[in-house]
C-alpha cells in the first residue's frame, strides 16, 4: 500500500485503492485496533485450550489435555453423582416389603421411573417398548397372568425367570402331545377346536368341538382346568379368555398342542440387583393388569 | 490494551480565543471528522487499523442532561433495589417480588407465576419491546439509544466518577499533558478502582435476580455462595468495567447492531438531532457589536463538539456514532443563551422540516404516519393477545398423554383398555385438591394406578405437577358398538374446593366395529 492516498472526491475520505467496473471504489474505514488485539487474544486462548483440552488429532489417538477431560469420563461422573443421590430412595425401597411400597408417594414414584428405566434397557427386547408383547412373548398390559400377576408373582417371576435351569425358576412345560404319540392327528384337531371353542363358541366346527371335548377333560384339564380358565401355579395360561400367547388360529392351536410350549425367560437377579428387580415388579404391576 | 492517543499539545491560550463576546472557543476537531477517520498515527504506521481516539466529553448543562439524570437514576434504581423488594407468597415459597428461578423452572413476578412451558408471554414481552423501540426510533430517533440503554447509562456513571477523580474535560486533559505525574497516577488508579467497584456491583447485583437476595448477599460475603454465582459476578464486574469504563463509544460504533438496523425505521418525518445548517451558516465567530446580518448563527465556538461522549461533530450531518443523547442541543442552547440569539440551533427536528425550511415555509411534524400507524397497531395486536392470554390463564393445568405403544390392550373377559399419562399442573402457591372426570364415552370404567379409592381427592402440591396413570376400561359389547377405531374423549380436572378447571381432548382406540 505503499504510494500517494487516494482521496474519494466526494467524501474526501481516503480510498482502498481498489476500482471496480471502472469508477466504483471503496472508501478506507479501517477496524479499530483493539479488534486485532481481541483477535490476537483469541489465538492465544486457543492454543491453552489446546493445552487444556483434548484438541488435535494423532495418528493414535489425540491429545488429551492436561485436565483429561473427555466426554464420556464426564459422563461415567454424572451416572456416579446421580446413582449417589438414588441411594437413600433405593436403600428405602429394599426396606420396604413390595406390596406397601405403592402406598408411599414419593419412593412409587421413584419405583416407577427406575422401573420403567430398568425395562426399557433390560424386558423391551422381547415384551415391546410398551410391553405389548409378541408371539410367544406375553403382552403385560393385560390382565391375564400366566405365572400370576400380583406383586409378589411378578417379582418372583422376573428374579428367577421360567424354565431356564434355575433351581427357583417357574418349571413346568407343556407336553409334546403330538411329537411323543399321546394323542392322533385328529383327536388334536377336534381338541384344538374345543380349545377354540371356549372363547369363540361360533368361529369353530361345532362337530369337531364336541368331540375334542372328551379328548380334553383327559388330557388338558389337569392343568388348564376343567373350563379352561388356566393355573396359575402351573404356569397354564387361561384358554377361554381369547387372549392368546402363540395365536388362536386353527394352526396355532394345533400346532401347540403337537409340539408343546416352553418358552423361557432368563433370570434376572443374577443380572439385576434386587433393589431394580423390586423396582420393575412395581412398574409391570402399574401397566393396568396389576392383581 | 493501551491504544488511547493523547490530542495535540495542549495551550492554555487556546482558551483566550473568543468564538463570542464571553464565550470561549474550544480549538478542537471532532475526533470523527469525515474526512479524518485516520489519526496521524495510523497513517504513519502504515497500518489498517484506527485507533481508539481520547475523548474528554465536557460536562453539559441544560433540560436533556437533566432528563438523562433522572433516567439514569430511575433505570439504575430499578436494577439495583427491585431484587430486594419482597413478596409474601406463604410459606415454604421464595418471598422475592421478582425471581427467576432456574433451579424450578419458574418465573416469579409478584403474584404472577410464569412456568417455563409458558416462556410465550416473555417472547410475547419481548415482541411488544421490540416493537416499542421501532415505533419510538421511527418517532424520535435513537431515544433507546441516547438515553436508556444500559450502555449509555453505565458510561455515562463511568464518566461521573472519572470527572470525580480527574476533573472535567478541560482539567483533565491538562492532567494528562503533565506526564506521568504522581497526582495523576493515584487519581486514575482511583478512576479504575471505582470503575471496577462499579462493575462489581452490577454483577453482584444481577446474581440477586436468580436466587434468593438476603439469603446470597449473605453467602457472598461469607464465601459460601455457589461458584456459578461468583462466576457471574467476575464476568460482569469485567464487561461492565471494560465496556462501560474503557471500551465506551466502541461498543455503540463497532459492536451494536442497533446502529445498522435503525435506519430502516427512521423517514423524513423522524425527529433526529440536526445542526441546522440554513440557521448556523455561514459560520464564524462573532465580534461584539458586529451584525448578525448576512451570517449564520454559529459562532463556532465547538460547544457542541466538546460535550459529544462520541466524539463527533453534530454539524457534519446525521451519522453512524450519533446516540442522539442531545447533550450537544444542551451545550448549544447554552451558548445561544450567552450571544442572545434564539435557541434551537442544534434541535430535535425532522428531515423533512430541515428541506422545508430551505424552500419556504416550515413543514409541520407527523407523528401519524402509515409507519407508526403500522407499529402501533401491531403492539396494540400482541398486546391484546398477551392480555387475553394472561386473563384466560387457567391456574390448573391438564395435559393427557395416551399410551401409543400398544393403543389399547385386550382384557381378559373381551373389554378394551386404553392407558393415559394424566399431568395435573397446580400453578396456585397453595396444595390444591382435583377431580378427574372423563366423559365422552358411556359405560366407560376408570381407574387410577396409585389412587384405589377415586372419591378421594387428588392432591397436588404448590407449585407443582402430578402424574398419574389412568386407565379407561370398555366392556366388549360396548366396544364393538363404538362406531370408529378412535373415539373423542375429554379428560377434566376440576378444583374441589374452587372453581378452577382445565380440560384437554384425547382418544380412546379399539379394535373398531
Known amino acids: 500500500m505503499a ?41 492465544v486462548w486457543a492454543i491453552g485450550y489446546w493445552m487444556v483440552y ?21 459422563l461415567a461422573k454424572d451416572v456416579a453423582a446421580a446413582k449417589a443421590a438414588q441411594e437413600t430412595f433405593r436403600q428405602a425401597i429394599a426396606a420396604t416389603p413390595i406390596t406397601d411400597v405403592q402406598g408411599k408417594e414419593d419412593l412409587f414414584q421413584f419405583a416407577l421411573a427406575g422401573g420403567a428405566a430398568a425395562f426399557g434397557d433390560n424386558c423391551s427386547g422381547c415384551h415391546g417398548r410398551g410391553a405389548q408383547g409378541a408371539v410367544g412373548y406375553p403382552n403385560l398390559n393385560d390382565d391375564d397372568w400366566i405365572w400370576g400377576g400380583s406383586l409378589e408373582q411378578i417379582e418372583h417371576t422376573i428374579a428367577y425367570g421360567i424354565r431356564n435351569g434355575n433351581e427357583q425358576a417357574r418349571n413346568t412345560p407343556m ?23 371356549l372363547s369363540d363358541p361360533d368361529g369353530v366346527d361345532k362337530a369337531a368341538a364336541e368331540r375334542g371335548k372328551a379328548t ?66 412395581v412398574y409391570v404391576h402399574s ?4 392383581k | 490494551m493501551n491504544t488511547m492517543e493523547t490530542p495535540g499539545p495542549f495551550k492554555p491560550e487556546d482558551f483566550l480565543v473568543e468564538a463570542a463576546p464571553g464565550v470561549a472557543r474550544h480549538d478542537i476537531d471532532a475526533v470523527r471528522q469525515p474526512n479524518a ?37 430511575v433505570t439504575l434504581g430499578i436494577y439495583y433495589v427491585l431484587p430486594w423488594i419482597r413478596f409474601d407468597r406463604g410459606a415454604g415459597l421464595p418471598d422475592q417480588f421478582f425471581l427467576v428461578d432456574f433451579a424450578n423452572q419458574r418465573l416469579l413476578l409478584g403474584p404472577l407465576e410464569i412456568w417455563a412451558q409458558e416462556f410465550y408471554y416473555i417472547t410475547g414481552l419481548l415482541i411488544i419491546s421490540a416493537l416499542g423501540l421501532f415505533l419510538v426510533t421511527s418517532i424520535a ?27 472535567d474535560r478541560n482539567t483533565h486533559m491538562r492532567r494528562d499533558q503533565n506526564g506521568w505525574t504522581f497526582d495523576r497516577v493515584w487519581r486514575k488508579a482511583a478512576t479504575h478502582v471505582s470503575w471496577l467497584l462499579i462493575g462489581l456491583f452490577t454483577g453482584g447485583a444481577l446474581v440477586f435476580y436468580f436466587r434468593d437476595a438476603p439469603t446470597l448477599a449473605n453467602e457472598l460475603l461469607t464465601g459460601t455462595a455457589p461458584m456459578v454465582a461468583y462466576a457471574f459476578v467476575g464476568i460482569f464486574t469485567l464487561t461492565t468495567y471494560l465496556l462501560g469504563g474503557i471500551a465506551r463509544e466502541q461498543v455503540c460504533i463497532y459492536m451494536c447492531p442497533w446502529p445498522r438496523i435503525q435506519g430502516a425505521m427512521l423517514d423524513h418525518h423522524s425527529l433526529i438531532i440536526s445542526y441546522r445548517d440554513v440557521r448556523g451558516e455561514p459560520r464564524s465567530p462573532h465580534k461584539k457589536g458586529d451584525t448578525w446580518d448576512g451570517r449564520g448563527d454559529c459562532i463556532d465556538c465547538k460547544a457542541c463538539v466538546a460535550v459529544c461522549p462520541m466524539g463527533i461533530d453534530i454539524r457534519n450531518g446525521p451519522q453512524l456514532e450519533c446516540i442522539q443523547c442531545a447533550l450537544c442541543i444542551d451545550a448549544c442552547n447554552d451558548i445561544m443563551d450567552k450571544i442572545d440569539r434564539p435557541r434551537g440551533l442544534i434541535a430535535y427536528t425532522t428531515e423533512r422540516n430541515q428541506e422545508s425550511r430551505t424552500s419556504g415555509p416550515r413543514d409541520g411534524l407527523r407523528i401519524v404516519r402509515p409507519r407508526t400507524i403500522l407499529y402501533s397497531v401491531a403492539i396494540a395486536i400482541v398486546g391484546a393477545a398477551m392480555l387475553w392470554a394472561l386473563l384466560n390463564r387457567s391456574s390448573v393445568d391438564v395435559t393427557v398423554i395416551p399410551d401409543r405403544n400398544p393403543l389399547f390392550v385386550k382384557l381378559s373377559n373381551g373389554g378394551i383398555r386404553n392407558g393415559y399419562t394424566v399431568k395435573i399442573a397446580n400453578k396456585h402457591q397453595t396444595p390444591r385438591r382435583f377431580k378427574i372426570d372423563v366423559a365422552g364415552i358411556d359405560g366407560l370404567a376408570t381407574t387410577i394406578i396409585g389412587h384405589d379409592d377415586q372419591s378421594v381427592p387428588i392432591e397436588v402440591g404448590p407449585s407443582n405437577v402430578k402424574a398419574l396413570k389412568l386407565f379407561a376400561a370398555l366392556p366388549r359389547d360396548k366396544a364393538k358398538a363404538l362406531a370408529s377405531d378412535s373415539t373423542p374423549l375429554t379428560v377434566t380436572v376440576t378444583e374441589i374446593d374452587g372453581a378452577a378447571t382445565s380440560s384437554r381432548d384425547t382418544s380412546f382406540r379399539s379394535p373398531g366395529p
Open chain 1, 3 to 43: 504510494g500517494h492516498k487516494r482521496i474519494d472526491e466526494v467524501t474526501g475520505v481516503e480510498t482502498t485503492g481498489h476500482v471496480w467496473d471502472g469508477d466504483l471504489q471503496e472508501l478506507n474505514k479501517p477496524l479499530p485496533r483493539w479488534w486485532l488485539y481481541v483477535f490476537y487474544a483469541c489465538v
Open chain 1, 54 to 74: 483434548p484438541a488435535w488429532p494423532t495418528l493414535s489417538g489425540y491429545t488429551q489435555g492436561y485436565l483429561g477431560y473427555s466426554q464420556r469420563g464426564q
Open chain 1, 175 to 197: 407336553p409334546r402331545f403330538g411329537l411323543d404319540g399321546v394323542l392322533e392327528p385328529a383327536a388334536i384337531a377336534d381338541a384344538a377346536n374345543y380349545v377354540r371353542a
Open chain 1, 216 to 281: 380334553f377333560a383327559e388330557q388338558c384339564a389337569a392343568c388348564h382346568g376343567e373350563n379352561g380358565q388356566g393355573n396359575l401355579e402351573l404356569g397354564a395360561p387361561n384358554l377361554s379368555d381369547g387372549i392368546w400367547l402363540y395365536g388362536g388360529s386353527q394352526e396355532a392351536v394345533t400346532q401347540s398342542i403337537v409340539t408343546g410350549r416352553g418358552g423361557a425367560m432368563p433370570p434376572w437377579l443374577t443380572r439385576l440387583d434386587p433393589v431394580t428387580v423390586k423396582m420393575l415388579a
Open chain 1, 287 to 290: 401397566l393396568g393388569g396389576g
Open chain 2, 37 to 73: 477517520r485516520r489519526s496521524k498515527a495510523d497513517d504513519e504506521a502504515v497500518g489498517s487499523w484506527a485507533g481508539k481516539p481520547a475523548i474528554y466529553p465536557k460536562l453539559a448543562r441544560g433540560i436533556f442532561r437533566n432528563v438523562k439524570w433522572i433516567v439514569m437514576a
Open chain 2, 141 to 167: 430517533g435513537r431515544v433507546w439509544c441516547g438515553y436508556t440503554c444500559p450502555q449509555t447509562v453505565w458510561t455515562d456513571l463511568m464518566i461521573v466518577v472519572e470527572r470525580f477523580w480527574q476533573g
